[in-house]
Nanobody
């Protein structure tokens, strides 16, 4: 099974930027839909962005125009560039890999992003 390790979280002021990275233990494209999810305190986990086969991207309305997801198959990594951060972006961000042929999900342990006002 694929293993995922996130990095890049931290504390940033509103309006700032952070770049999250997810390192996978095996080749991710093709074969997996890679996504970033987040969970804020007291809220359900929600999809932030996803990427399929390295190019087809999907974003939550709340992050469109501010966040960019990209994949690097040579390095088995997926990154989430987050710009114009807002306090409501504060959450634990999780990397997800959905295996396309059977729909099984794999999760990283998460990385905390805190945006101060």
């Amino acid at each position: 099974q694929v293993q995922l390790v996130e990095s890049g979280g931290g504390l940033v002021q509103a309006g700032g930027s952070l770049r999250l990275s997810c390192a996978a233990s095996e080749r991710i494209f093709p074969g997996y839909v890679m996504g970033w999810y987040r969970q804020a305190p007291g809220k359900q986990r929600e999809l932030v962005a996803s990427i399929r086969s390295g190019s087809s991207r999907n974003y939550a309305d709340s992050v469109k125009g501010r966040f960019t997801i990209s994949g690097d198959n040579a390095k088995n990594t997926v990154t989430l560039q987050m710009n114009s951060l807002k306090p409501e972006d504060t959450a634990v961000y999780y990397c997800n890999a959905e295996r396309e042929w059977d729909g099984i999900d794999y999760w990283g342990k998460g990385t905390l992003v805190t945006v101060s006002s």
